[in-house]
Nanobody, 127 residues
Framework: QVQFVESGGGLVQPGGSLRLSCVAS????????IGWFRQAPGKEREAVSC???????NYVESVKGRFTISRDNAKNRAYLQMDSLKDEDTAVYYC?????????????????????WGQGTQVTVSS
């Protein structure tokens, strides 16, 4: 059973950048699809991006061109590079994975959104 720990969040001004990281334990990620989600106060959880086992990237429309997902299987990690941040990107960000033999359904890992949620990392975009 994969379990994630997310990190890298913080306070950043609009237009700034952050790089989020999540590290997995319990299983190697090589054959998993990995997703990043976010949840803003008072809103439902939203799938942001998913990367397939082969490295195909998928994004929700609102972050296309600004966010980049990547993975390092050797380190059992996934990353989310966030550039040109906006106020509406403020949320707690989480990782989850679908697998083994996982896949992305657009920005969502698998059919159920994956497993292994950590405690999340807070991203606050504010001037």
């Amino acid at each position: 059973q994969v379990q994630f720990v997310e990190s890298g969040g913080g306070l950043v001004q609009p237009g700034g950048s952050l790089r989020l990281s999540c590290v997995a334990s319990g299983s190697t990620l090589e054959y998993y699809a990995i997703g990043w989600f976010r949840q803003a106060p008072g809103k439902e959880r939203e799938a942001v991006s998913c990367i397939s086992p082969r490295g195909s990237e998928n994004y929700v429309e609102s972050v296309k061109g600004r966010f980049t997902i990547s993975r390092d299987n050797a380190k059992n990690r996934a990353y989310l590079q966030m550039d040109s941040l906006k106020d509406e990107d403020t949320a707690v960000y989480y990782c989850a994975a679908d697998g083994p033999l996982g896949y992305c359904s657009g920005p969502v890992p698998g059919a159920r959104g994956g497993d292994g949620w950590g405690q999340g990392t807070q991203v606050t975009v504010s001037s």
